[in-house]
């Protein structure tokens, strides 16, 4: 085993005691927490249980904005940390909003699934073979944005649930097509229900779609330590956060019409950092596109001139104009 900087302190950084992963209770959050909690039992030889956490998100059915965005089903889970109830806690990480929350750290950042959206349309449709007029669900206003910005003449149409309950109302013939995250569906081994992965010409993914955030509290320097050399990936968190530094410097959530996707290539001088990135108007009639290269490790210079020629070119105007 890798060597760790710092020694156990605490009751929950010693192997008597069972390691508790927090969760949230959706069938994709039980999924990827306990592929985590595999993880973890393989590399540091001792229990590592899941605890359900219920958040606000999950109970209620009102928009996702009227709670204070998407950041409701994170906040559960660090005060289930926070107050000691579980030692890790497991998110989607593009649901963590991009400002840090004081006594929690981002101990790791596992590699990350294909990052892509996909589409989940009727009859095996493709979205430029669905009729014009044809109902396209999502909750998201950047694929709102974007799938309007295609120019088919689709209908968007707001939904809200989780992944098995936006898919039923494809299947049940409510919605034409749905888009959605294609790491949620591989993660429960439903992706062969695609019906196109979008490419990111058409459709940039969410900051950090696809990759898991794992927290601990701040002051477990061991576990924190532990859980890194276990599970963290270093082009997956350098990806991350030239994405996030976009959607920060942007000064937009998760719930702006803005996408990044940080790709890493071989170059003659090493590891290369792509990142592109598009923020549009909530119609997205208009849109600014924008495109930077780096290192992987100056993630947050890439992402902070990316964001800054996209300000020129009035990004944060085209965000800020949500008529509601
Ligand atoms: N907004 C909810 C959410 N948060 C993470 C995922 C999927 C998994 C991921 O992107 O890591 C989803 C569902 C979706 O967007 O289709």
Redesign the pocket.
């Known amino acids: 085993m890798t060597e760790t900087t710092a020694t156990p302190t605490t009751p929950s950084q010693t192997a008597e005691v069972p390691l508790r992963v927090g969760t949230r209770a959706s069938l994709?959050a039980r999924t990827?927490s306990e592929q985590v909690a595999a993880l973890l039992r393989e590399a540091l030889g001792r229990e590592v249980v899941l605890v359900e956490v219920t958040t606000e998100g999950d109970i209620s059915a009102a928009p996702l904005a009227s709670m204070g965005g998407?950041g409701v089903?994170v906040s559960a889970l660090r005060d289930a940390l926070l107050r000691g109830d579980v030692d890790l806690a497991v998110h989607?990480?593009?649901?963590l909003p991009t400002y840090p929350q004081e006594g929690v750290t981002l101990a790791a950042v596992p590699p990350?699934?294909d990052?892509r959206?996909v589409v989940v349309a009727r009859d095996g449709l493709t979205l430029g073979e669905l009729p014009a007029g044809s109902t396209v669900g999502t909750?998201?206003p950047r694929?709102a944005a974007q799938l309007a910005a295609l120019g088919l003449g689709l209908d968007v149409v707001d939904i809200r649930g989780?992944?098995d309950t936006?898919i039923r109302k494809v299947t049940s013939g409510e919605l034409d097509a749905v888009?959605?995250?294609?790491?949620?569906?591989a993660?429960i081994g439903r992706v062969d229900e695609a019906t196109e992965v979008l490419d990111p010409l058409q459709m940039l993914?969410?900051p950090?779609?696809?990759?898991?955030a794992v927290e601990c509290r701040s002051d477990e320097e061991f576990l924190a330590d532990q859980v890194r050399l276990a599970l963290d990936d270093d082009r997956t968190r350098a990806a991350v956060t030239a994405e996030r530094t976009v959607l920060n410097v942007l000064e937009a959530g998760?719930s702006a019409p803005v996408g990044a996707l940080a790709e890493i290539a071989e170059g003659d001088h090493g590891d290369e950092l792509w990142v592109r990135a598009v923020a549009l108007s909530y119609d997205g009639a208009v849109a600014v596109r924008r495109s930077a290269t780096g290192t992987p490790d100056d993630a947050v210079g890439v992402g902070q001139r990316l964001a800054a020629e996209m300000l020129e070119e009035g990004a944060d105007t085209l965000i800020s104009e949500r008529v509601s």
């Open positions: 994709l990827q998407a089903f989607s990480l593009k649901d990350r699934e990052p959206d909750g998201s694929r989780n992944v936006r888009v959605l995250a294609r790491a949620g569906l993660r993914p969410a950090g779609q696809g990759a898991l998760c």
